[in-house]
């Protein structure tokens, strides 16, 4: 017996998920100049890193539902996310997958992140973010399309 889907863990997860985004579009409309002051970098790292983890989260909560979805670290969630079907397999690869590995820059080598970097990640990026959260919200609207429920 397949486990359902849980719209308690799932929506709070997306509304956090878009907050997080909200913040990092306004830090993103800042210029570089400005974005090296302050505490921008820092709220940045902040906001990233709950948006990204909310992710994975979501992804892990999906897969424990799914026969055969049970991967350990991020990255892995990512692929399979895409192999079994919740996400288009470029999708996973090309975009979950790098997610997953700022992910883990952002927790475990916060003293290597490059400011420019991250500065140009909230502005063109956050898109992919927003792609993953409409698959969700799709999928809590028609689980059935993974052969799923939802309590």
């Excluded at 973010?129 to 052969?147: A, Q, S, Y």
């Amino acid at each position: 017996m397949t486990l359902p889907l849980e719209k308690e863990a799932i929506m709070p997860r997306l509304d956090g998920i878009r907050k997080n985004i909200v913040k990092l579009q306004l830090l993103g409309e800042l210029s570089l100049t400005d974005f090296r002051t302050g505490d921008n970098f820092d709220l940045t790292q902040h906001h990233l890193r709950l948006a990204l983890e909310g992710v994975f989260h979501l992804g892990s909560h999906i897969l424990s539902r799914l026969p055969g979805g049970r991967p350990v670290e991020y990255a892995g969630v990512a692929q399979k996310l895409g192999e079994l079907g919740v996400v288009d397999v470029a999708f996973a690869i090309e975009h979950l997958v790098p997610m997953a590995k700022l992910r883990n820059l952002l927790v475990h080598q916060y003293s290597d992140i490059d400011l420019e970097r991250i500065h140009s990640i909230i502005k063109t990026h956050l898109v992919d973010i927003e792609r993953f959260l409409r698959i969700v919200g799709d999928l809590v609207e028609h689980p059935e399309r993974l052969g799923l429920t939802i309590v």
